[in-house]
Antibody
Framework: QLQLQESGPGLVKPSETLSLTCTVS??????????WGWIRQPPGKGLEWIGS???????YYNPSLKSRVTISVDTSKNQFSLKLSSVTAADTAVYYC?????????????WGQGTMVTVSS | QSALTQPPSASGSPGQSVTISCTGT?????????VSWYQQHPGKAPKLMIY???KRPSGVPDRFSGSKSGNTASLTVSGLQAEDEADYYCSSYAGSTLFGGGTKLTVL
């Protein structure tokens, strides 16, 4: 059973860089059938797609966040990571990692439990 | 790219049917058969309920169904049950991934 687990600091200071890692267990991140993505949800608000990465390293970012986002993959560790620079209070959210099919299912079918990140001094 | 438009709330009594709409444009919902729906209970991660407009993942009850007409997609929950009370989000491919603002479904 494939599982995803987010990890990283729960508190980040304004203007600094938020860094999170998603560890994939029970399956290989190098599968050609899937993309791996990050989605966030501010408290009491809806979901926002941040970006996705393929095992080869190809990346796709939300245009509204593109200038501040970097997503990378480490196939040797079966992990992919998110870096979001110059954070503000507006970046406070639960951050989820998830798997999306290249083909069916063309949707995020497996999600991590999420990790809360607060931006505050 | 703007978020997809969903009604903030919907409700129905046990056993009834309720439909939640998701309105986009010809560049997202109307342009691709890549609409998906997610269910989210409080404090939990979203769960995929419908993908590619009308397909159900294994394990999702057939009480949940999806459809699309033009730029509007819909999720119908038939035979409402108490455990269906949750937030529901639609999503569509549009070159990138868009989500709707979410609909809180209340089972009366």
């Amino acid at each position: 059973q494939l599982q995803l687990q987010e990890s990283g600091p729960g508190l980040v200071k304004p203007s600094e860089t938020l860094s999170l890692t998603c560890t994939v267990s029970g399956g290989s991140i190098s599968s050609s059938s899937y993309y791996w993505g990050w989605i966030r949800q501010p408290p009491g608000k809806g979901l926002e797609w941040i970006g996705s990465i393929y095992y080869s390293g190809s990346t796709y970012y939300n245009p509204s966040l593109k200038s501040r986002v970097t997503i990378s993959v480490d196939t040797s560790k079966n992990q992919f990571s998110l870096k979001l620079s110059s954070v503000t209070a507006a970046d406070t959210a639960v951050y989820y990692c998830a798997r999306r099919g290249v083909g069916a299912p063309y949707a995020f079918d497996i999600w991590g439990q999420g990790t809360m990140v607060t931006v505050s001094s | 790219q703007s978020a997809l438009t969903q009604p903030p709330s919907a409700s129905g009594s046990p056993g009834q049917s309720v439909t939640i709409s998701c309105t986009g444009t010809s560049s997202d919902v109307g342009g691709y058969n890549y609409v998906s729906w997610y269910q989210q209970h409080p404090g939990k991660a979203p769960k995929l309920m419908i993908y590619e407009v009308s397909k159900r993942p294994s394990g999702v009850p057939d009480r949940f169904s999806g459809s699309k007409s033009g730029n509007t997609a819909s999720l119908t929950v038939s035979g409402l049950q108490a455990e269906d009370e949750a937030d529901y989000y639609c999503s569509s491919y549009a070159g990138s991934t868009l989500f709707g603002g979410g609909t809180k479904l209340t089972v009366l």
